[in-house]
């Protein structure tokens, strides 16, 4: 059995920072991509930031410059620093995990920009 686990989302002002963690545990080998997601209630999920198994990164043009995503490999951790916070970032983040077997989600963490 796979485990997805979100932490660190809270409610700031704009302009501030969030770290969110995502630990995936259990029966998971060869993780590929670990990826954050963002919906907001009605919309579409969106792909925010995606980090592959050699380093490589992406991101949303809407983050980039603010966020950044890096990856704990012996910890099967993947974390989303989040700067200049706008109220427009506000959505439930999920963390996808890709691995050779399937993807699992996360049950999500809500990050609330006030204005």
């Known amino acids: 059995q796979v485990q997805v686990v979100e932490s660190g989302g809270d409610l700031v002002p704009a302009g501030g920072s969030l770290r969110l963690s995502c630990t995936a545990s259990?029966?998971?080998?060869?993780?590929?991509?670990m990826d954050w997601y963002r919906q907001v209630l009605g919309d579409q999920r969106e792909l925010v930031a995606a980090?592959?198994?050699?380093?490589?990164?992406r991101y949303t043009d809407s983050v980039k410059g603010r966020f950044a995503i890096s990856r704990d490999y012996s910890k099967n951790t993947v974390y989303l620093q989040m700067n200049s916070l706008k109220p427009e970032d506000t959505a439930v983040y999920y963390c996808?995990?890709?691995?050779?077997?399937?993807?699992?989600w996360g049950q999500g963490t809500q990050v609330t920009v006030s204005s």
């Open positions: 996808q995990v890709e691995a050779r077997r399937g993807n699992y």
């Open positions: 259990g029966s998971i080998f060869d993780i590929n991509s």
């Open positions: 980090i592959a198994g050699d380093g490589t990164t």
